[in-house]
């Protein structure tokens, strides 16, 4: 059983187009992570969510906090965008979701 | 500031010995996390460190254990490492709690032989 899912998968978009990944989460949290990693291993922590929206320059999560889901928003997708996208959730514990392969084709 | 500094960066070791990784967290941070990410699992949440107590535990054998010192730094020990114990080990911290912007290390390529 899965606490946090994660769709799609893998992910390829031709330069400039909206992109967006969905994580569904079936625990109680007191907030949602949206993290990035490159090729090689680092991981960038993107946004910390409890409720509503972010908006970070061509990044946008939303939470709604009813439904158990959330998104994250690409606008005009770069090559350098290409990482992988992993949900996280923080409750009694750190549950993460298996990350969506994202490719930027230029 | 200096970011979250993980050391050794890479690691070999044989099965049936034991293995401590450092974590070095951002000046100020209290809160470590030590999480294990492998090519089947993912990443896995092992432990969270605040004020040198540990505040939550992941679902891992007592063979995964760590500490935290005063200054926040943590220690992570691994004993009677087995094969499947081969991941990257990664920590991250946070000013007091999980539920704040998590800053990674680099983390540690542990390769079990």
Redesign the interface.
């Known amino acids: 059983k899965n606490e946090v899912e994660q769709s799609p998968q893998n992910l390829t978009a031709q330069e400039g187009e909206f992109i967006t990944i969905n994580c569904s989460y079936s625990v109680g949290i007191?907030?949602l992570?949206w993290?990035q990693q490159h090729p090689g291993?680092?991981?960038?922590?993107l946004f910390?969510l409890?409720s509503g929206k972010k908006k970070h320059g061509r990044l946008i999560a939303t939470i709604n906090i009813q439904e158990k889901h959330s998104s994250l928003h690409i606008t005009a997708s770069h090559p350098r965008d290409s990482a992988v996208y992993?949900c996280?959730v923080?409750g009694?514990?750190?549950?993460?979701?298996?990350?969506t392969s994202l490719t930027v084709i230029p | 500031k200096a970011g979250v500094t993980q050391t050794p960066r890479y690691l070999i070791k044989t099965r049936g010995q034991q293995v401590t990784l450092s974590c070095s967290p951002i000046s100020g941070h209290r809160s470590v996390?030590w999480?294990q990410?492998t090519p089947g699992q993912?990443?896995?949440?092992l432990f969270?460190y605040f004020s040198e107590t540990q505040r939550?535990k992941?679902n891992f054998p007592g063979r995964f254990s760590g500490r935290q010192f005063s200054n926040s730094r943590s220690e992570m020990n691994v004993s009677t490492l087995e094969l499947g114990d081969s991941a990257?080990y990664?920590c991250?911290s946070s000013l007091e709690s999980?539920?704040?912007?998590?800053?990674?290390g680099?983390?540690t390529?542990l390769s079990i032989l």
């Open positions: 007191s907030a992570h993290l291993g680092g991981i960038v922590s910390m409890s992993i996280a923080t009694n514990q750190f549950y993460f979701g298996t990350g | 996390s999480y990410q993912g990443l896995q949440f969270e939550n992941g990257l990664l991250a999980r539920n704040q912007p998590q800053h990674f680099d983390g390529r």
